[in-house]
């Protein structure tokens, strides 16, 4: 699995140029198939996407191309996955996440509960990516909260992946950053295959 950015038609124009490196080996993918088509989102925002697959030039591995729209493994969008992150720091309770969002209020808890649990290794892993894409950055103050801190340390890394590569969607970049598992337990490495090599 290897994530790469929403716009479907530019995707398919770097996969067949040979831009996107393979996760495993750094050679080049090409073209082969299609992944099953899967829905995400809800009421007015579902979209409907069938992630190409691609397969290296090298170690003939082949991995599923997923768009920074989506998690792994989620049904939502990532942006609205986000948002109801973000309330969660605000401080607002899971009722009314759920019901801003129109997602049942199990969802927004398991969603603000699994943050929780990994708030310190998102901390950790956004924080170090902030200072290997910007060794500028100055510090990063921590709060008394670990889930603001955690928050603060995407928002910080998305400021400075913006400045190398230009601006992308927060939850998008959150997404692409940590390989589709912002909310599961694994360590990405440095850096995140997602994003341009310099
Ligand atoms: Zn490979």
Redesign the pocket.
């Known amino acids: 699995m290897h994530m790469v950015e929403a716009d479907g038609p530019a995707v398919e124009e770097k996969l067949r140029a040979g831009d996107y490196a ?1 996760p ?4 080049e993918l090409r073209p082969w198939g299609f992944a099953r088509s899967r829905t995400v989102g809800r009421g007015a925002d579902r979209v409907r996407i069938r992630p190409r697959r691609s397969r ?1 030039k ?2 003939l ?1 082949t991995h599923v191309l997923l768009p920074v729209l989506c998690l792994l493994r989620r049904c939502d969008l990532a942006e609205m996955i986000g948002k109801g992150l973000a309330l969660k720091v605000a401080g607002w309770g899971y009722r009314r996440i759920a019901a801003s969002l129109g997602i049942p209020t199990s969802t927004a808890g398991d969603r603000g509960r699994r943050f929780g649990e990994l708030a310190g290794h998102l901390r950790a892993y956004f924080t170090a990516l902030t200072y290997f894409l910007d060794p500028s950055f100055g510090a990063i103050e921590a709060r008394a909260n670990l889930l603001t801190d955690a928050l603060e340390a995407i928002v910080a890394a998305a400021g400075a992946a913006a400045r190398a590569f230009g601006p992308a969607p927060l939850w998008h970049f959150a997404s692409g950053a940590s390989s589709g598992r912002l909310l599961s337990n694994t360590n990405p490495s440095l850096p995140p295959a997602f994003l341009p090599r310099r």
């Open positions: 393979c495993a080996c750094e050679g290296c090298a170690c591995l």
